[in-house]
């Protein structure tokens, strides 16, 4: 799949996990949606800034993800846009995610949704959090590269 294409499925990322966390490893999960949802992620109504995944009873939960329902698609249902939503993996995924967030200290967060097909799915990465000098390097970082890019736009070309 180029980029463009990845480009043009995404629905929604969380820039502030990539900012807040040290991400270890990804995983790509299934979401369980019903289907005004559905409609309201083709409309691009979500976000995902403030979800986090929770693992309970051997199963993954996004918690905190907000899909605002469309205004035609749910006129008779009663909708809760910020309802716990199921996270389907398979049992191997599952099981090294539960290991790693008890064990070793982890926290399981929601990086982006997209589009696989016709299928909804959740992007989500083990994750350790960052301390303040951390995040200042980020931005250090972050601004020396757009500075960079600002000289070589405006940079005399020599031919």
């Known amino acids: 799949m180029t980029k463009?294409?990845?480009q043009n499925n995404t629905i929604e990322q969380n820039k502030k996990a990539r900012f807040d966390y040290h991400l270890e490893e990804k995983f790509e999960a299934g979401l369980a949606l019903q289907?005004?949802?559905?409609?309201?992620?083709?409309?691009g109504k979500a976000q995902i800034t403030d979800s986090y995944v929770l693992l309970k009873n051997g199963e993954a939960w996004l918690i905190g993800a907000l899909?605002?329902?469309l205004q035609t698609a749910s006129t008779h249902f009663v909708v809760d846009p910020t309802r716990t939503r199921?996270?389907?993996?398979?049992?191997?995924q599952l099981n090294s995610l539960i290991g790693s967030v008890q064990?070793?200290?982890?926290?399981c967060v929601c990086l982006s949704l997209y589009w696989k097909g016709h299928l909804a799915k959740a992007e989500i990465a083990l994750a350790k959090g960052k301390q303040e000098h951390d995040k200042r390097e980020t931005e250090k970082e972050r601004d020396w590269n757009r500075e960079k890019q600002r000289?070589?736009?405006?940079a005399p070309r020599t031919t």
């Open 4 to 6: 463009n294409t990845q």
């Open 67 to 69: 899909i605002t329902p």
């Open 86 to 92: 199921k996270l389907l993996l398979n049992r191997r």
């Open 151 to 154: 000289i070589v736009r405006h």
């Open 35 to 43: 289907g005004w949802e559905v409609k309201s992620l083709r409309a």
């Open 103 to 107: 064990q070793k200290g982890y926290t």
